[in-house]
């Protein structure tokens, strides 16, 4: 559904993304992983054309990626930006409605999807009513997904979406997002610098350092047989907790 050829980005003093190339097939759950800095955020900037490439070809559906095509690509997917993003002014159902109303669609239709979602999500109805400063962490990041999937987009950006949030709500989250991605079968593309949380969201691996892909494959795939001491490392980096004392 979406390729980077041999795509350059670079910002001032900086090389984001060097000779990239890269595809995500319809349908499955991938997961950019890496350090800060290594270009994973800039992937997904590139395929909602936030940022447009210094070099190489972005492709949705096969067709390059351009100013004319944008708006109607945009529309087809959904995008969770670090820590959601939502409009303080806004109400939950406000943030909800935002693309619908362009769209054209009726208060009794938005109603309705907000409920649907709200239940796909475990939040309640009752919280659509509120502005985001009154909202829990879990609670903005959940309609913050909401948001993403309100016109039911064929794919799902992710940036960071559970990056802000403490441990336990992060964990609940994790698995409605599993079941979430499973259920609806998109495509989804999440950016995560936790190696668990990628391996249990998403099939595929994409680890990123500098710009550039170091390994591609499943967890296995990585542990099984890394291809260089960076992979290992980074692997190794994912601590697990001492065993306790007798």
Not at 73 to 102: C, D, S
Not at 152 to 175: M, Y
Not at 212 to 221: E, Y
Request: proline share 5%; aromatic share 4%; with cysteine.
């Amino acid at each position: 559904m979406f390729e980077l050829d041999r795509v350059q980005k670079s910002y001032p003093g900086v090389v984001a993304l060097e000779d990239l190339s890269l595809r995500f097939a319809r349908g499955r759950v991938c997961a950019l992983i890496g350090s800060s800095g290594s270009g994973k955020s800039t992937v997904l900037r590139l395929l909602t054309g936030l940022v447009r490439p210094d070099r190489g070809k972005v492709r949705v559906d096969g067709k390059p990626l351009t100013s004319a095509s944008l708006q109607s690509a945009r529309l087809r997917l959904g995008y969770v930006i670090q820590e959601g993003g939502l409009f303080p002014h806004l109400t939950a159902q406000g943030n909800l409605a935002l693309q619908p109303r362009y769209l054209g669609w009726t208060q009794t239709r938005i109603a309705g999807r907000c409920a649907e979602l709200a239940e796909l999500v475990r939040l309640p109805v009752s919280v659509m009513q509120r502005y985001p400063a009154e909202l829990s962490g879990g609670q903005r990041q959940r309609v913050a997904l909401m948001r993403a999937l309100m016109t039911d987009p064929p794919a799902l950006l992710l940036d960071e979406p559970l990056g802000a949030l403490d441990p336990i709500v992060r964990h609940e989250l994790q698995s409605q997002l599993r079941t979430i991605f499973e259920t609806l079968d998109k495509t989804v593309i999440l950016v995560t610098h936790d190696v668990a949380e990628a391996a249990w969201l998403a099939s595929r691996l994409v680890l990123m350092h500098d710009g550039r892909i170091v390994q591609d494959g499943t967890l296995a795939d990585l542990q099984r047989d890394p291809a260089s001491a960076y992979v290992r490392r980074f692997l190794d980096s994912a601590r697990r907790l001492p065993e306790a004392s007798a």
